[in-house]
């Protein structure tokens, strides 16, 4: 970082260190090394006077710089990891870890970023298995209603959650599916990397609209199967968010063409 020598003294120095550490934190990163030279007696104040001290273990990149200095940003996730099931990853924008095996609670206290994967569940009739959370499931914030989904948990993959989603609300059933696009989505709750799977398969319950629930499911408030048309009247009255109804012309704009190549697309 280097300010010209006629802005010096205004505290934007300090400004820009403060938001830096501040994209540090939403990345998942529990500290900053920064690379200075002695020379530089004023930057190397202002480091130490925003929490910076001397490390001396690491490798200095920069030939012009002989100090390297560290901050811890208080991120300490000891007692976060989860060792039982389940747990997550904290991602990046890109998609790639950045803390691994944490807990829930602790990306959506962060605003960190973490995976899901959404199917849009189709029969041999052409209908779509529709469903609605109860209000208490407040991660979801009630955005992610229509689609089966959930979190991807450490070690698997989107295909693997979205299998065991669909079993855990239909029953042990075969599908095939099929990646449609991925799409980054972030409400008051949460920040996610969502993949949209459309799944396809023959159910024998899928007979009439309404699918009985069982009455230990805690978190389902209704489920059906509906036609396109159906489905046009159903999310009218409900409480459908923003970013299903995205996510749903996404999915016609996929069916109704050819070839569609996946985006990555942000969706407020």
Not at 163 to 174: C, D, I, K, S
Request: proline share 3%.
């Amino acid at each position: 970082m280097y300010l010209n020598k006629d802005l010096r003294g205004l505290g934007l120095g300090r400004f820009l260190l403060t938001a830096l550490e501040e994209r540090v934190r939403q990345l998942g990163y529990p500290e900053v090394v920064l690379e200075t030279s002695s020379s530089r007696k004023e930057a190397v104040e202002l480091y130490q006077r925003c929490g910076y001290i001397p490390f001396d273990d690491g490798f200095i990149e920069t030939e012009r710089c002989d100090i390297i200095l560290k901050k811890n940003l208080g991120m300490d996730i000891r007692g976060e990891i989860a060792c039982s099931f389940p747990c997550m990853d904290a991602l990046d924008h890109q998609g790639f870890i950045v803390l691994p095996r944490v807990q829930r609670s602790y990306i959506a206290r962060h605003n960190l970023i973490h995976r899901r994967a959404v199917s849009l569940v189709v029969n041999h009739d052409g209908k779509v298995f529709v469903q609605a959370l109860k209000p208490q499931d407040f991660f979801s914030d009630w955005s992610y209603n229509m689609f089966v989904g959930g979190d991807v948990y450490s070690g698997e993959s989107p295909v693997e959650t979205a299998t065991r989603e669909v079993a855990n609300a239909l029953g042990p059933v075969e599908l095939r599916f099929e990646l449609m696009f991925d799409c980054f989505c972030e409400t008051s709750e949460n920040r996610s990397l969502i993949s949209v799977f459309r799944g396809e398969g023959n159910f024998f319950d899928a007979v009439g609209s309404l699918v009985t629930l069982s009455e230990s499911d805690d978190e389902m408030e209704s489920n059906y199967w509906l036609s396109r048309s159906e489905l046009s009247d159903h999310m009218v009255g409900n409480r459908y968010g923003a970013i299903a109804l995205q996510i749903w012309k996404c999915c016609l704009g996929f069916l109704q063409k050819d070839s569609f190549s996946p985006v990555i697309s942000s969706i407020a």
